[in-house]
Nanobody
Framework: QVQLLESGGGLVQAGGSLRLSCGVS????????MGWYRQAPGKQRELVAV???????NYADSVKGRFTISRDNAKKTVYLQMDSLKPEDTAVYYC?????????WGQGTQVTVSS
């Protein structure tokens, strides 16, 4: 059974930075494309960043140039460095596999950006 544990969220002022982490267990982590998703209140969950097993990356237009996804296969962890944060980045952030049928979701980590 796949388990996902997100951490690193918090309250930050606009323009600030946060680094999210997601530990993954129950799979051969290095085989999988991983993604970071977010869900703001009243909105659908959206995919914001993806990293393949070969470390190719892709980003939603809304975060391109501000967010950086990375992975450490030895630690079975995927990261999301978030810079130049905006109030509209406020959401619960989750990790999961890249596009495709998701595993069971973790609890996520709350990111709140104040103006």
């Amino acid at each position: 059974q796949v388990q996902l544990l997100e951490s690193g969220g918090g309250l930050v002022q606009a323009g600030g930075s946060l680094r999210l982490s997601c530990g993954v267990s129950g799979i051969i982590f290095s085989d999988y494309t991983m993604g970071w998703y977010r869900q703001a209140p009243g909105k659908q969950r959206e995919l914001v960043a993806v990293i393949t097993s070969s470390r190719s990356t892709n980003y939603a237009d809304s975060v391109k140039g501000r967010f950086t996804i990375s992975r450490d296969n030895a630690k079975k962890t995927v990261y999301l460095q978030m810079d130049s944060l905006k109030p509209e980045d406020t959401a619960v952030y989750y990790c999961n596999r890249g596009p495709g049928a998701p595993w069971d979701w973790g609890q996520g980590t709350q990111v709140t950006v104040s103006s």
